[in-house]
């Protein structure tokens, strides 16, 4: 009996359609493959919704998220939007969507295989062979704590953000990536800011708690935030899995995305609740939005976390292996293109990892 997944497609803003377009079919090409399918229950997130209904996220389509088995979301925000304020901000929707599928963390894994260590702004033997996991919280700390405001005017004038933690926020972050590290190669460095902040102090406490009850056989040490962007431009190869709080795993995950030279390979994945929510980590980039030269790396891997999620392995292995044989090749999409390499489009690309992908299936198959 075959299953039929339903996923809410959010394509958003800039790129966001012209990536999750590849991704979904994709999707659908190894599940043809595989014997699945999918339903789509297609929404607007961000400034597309704001254009349409006023608001960067209706009831409507976060019903729908709430009702589907995963999200797959484009990118959000722009230019056009960069004037509002709040929460009409678009990416206030993204905020909003996280936080009511109750999606503690935010799963960011970066990689650097040979065929992209000359791409990245190190040195290519600084970063080649890098693989580690960035853990991040994603439902806490300072993006959401309160208070939070802006007030007065002239001279007077203040704003101010709260960042705040409890015992059982970091508790249950600590352990997914504990659990990951098992998964690994048995290793987490926690990161944060205990020689200043009051939050970070509790932040290593719980984790070294966690760690010596129930994690005894795997390796944690902690670094200071500061130390932590700096090692990963030195020697990012030293890093398994990073565990650290919202404000720092949204910096940290987005210096280590460039390690491979470009922002569209990173594919995210933010679990904890019922429903997932699936999401390349680049923006939206909307002067070349509809051009179809946008990379689709970072949208169709993040849908392979996504089947990773269902428990369809070999489906989410296969498109990785897509995407490892298509750059083996030799192909670039325009962020990654140099001389002596094969220049594609987003479709073109799309199309070779589709090939790669489905040729995997049949071999593990025979």
């Known amino acids: 009996m075959s299953i039929t997944y339903q996923i809410a497609v959010l394509p958003g803003d800039g790129i966001g359609p012209d990536v999750i377009h590849q991704a979904c079919l994709t999707l659908e090409a190894v599940g043809n493959a595989s014997g699945f399918s999918f339903e789509w229950v297609e929404g607007a997130v961000g400034g597309a919704s704001i254009d349409q209904y006023g608001t960067p996220l209706t009831d409507e389509v976060l019903y729908k998220c709430q009702g589907a088995r995963a999200v797959l979301l484009g990118a959000v925000g722009g230019d056009a939007w960069d004037h509002l304020t709040g929460d009409q901000r678009p990416e206030s929707g993204l905020l909003k969507l996280r936080k009511s599928l109750r999606a503690f963390v935010n799963l960011r894994p970066v990689l650097v295989p040979d065929s992209l260590a000359e ?63 098992r998964k690994r190669r048995g290793r987490v460095t926690s990161v944060d800011k205990a020689n200043v902040l009051v939050v970070s102090q509790l932040w290593r406490d719980v984790v070294s708690r966690v760690h010596e009850s129930d994690y005894p056989d795997l390796t944690l040490n902690h670094m200071y935030v500061d130390n932590a962007a700096m090692q990963l431009v030195l020697n990012p190869r030293q890093f398994d899995v990073i565990v650290t709080g919202n404000l720092f795993g949204d910096i940290l995950s987005d210096a280590a995305a460039t390690l491979g030279g470009s922002l569209g390979l990173l594919p995210s994945a933010s679990v904890g609740g019922e429903v997932g929510l699936f999401e390349p980590v680049h923006g939206s980039a909307p002067d070349i939005a509809g051009k179809d030269i946008a990379n689709p790396i970072a949208a169709i891997l993040s849908a392979s976390m996504m089947l990773d999620e269902f428990g369809e392995d070999q489906s989410a292995q296969a498109i990785r292996t897509g ?3 298509a750059l083996e090749e030799g192909a670039r999409t325009a962020d990654l293109w140099r001389e002596g390499l094969r220049r594609v489009s987003t479709s073109e690309m799309g199309d070779l990892i589709r090939h790669h992908a489905t040729a995997a299936l049949s071999a593990y198959k025979k």
């Open 323 to 325: 995407v490892e044989k």
């Open 119 to 181: 791409a990245s702004p190190l040195r290519a033997d600084a970063v080649r062979g890098t693989d580690l996991l960035v853990v991040r919280e994603l439902t806490g700390g300072i993006y959401f704590g309160q208070p939070s405001g802006r007030e007065g005017s002239g001279s007077d004038e203040r704003a101010y953000n709260t960042m705040v933690y409890t015992a059982d926020e970091v508790d249950r972050v600590s352990r997914v990536a504990f659990q990951w590290a």
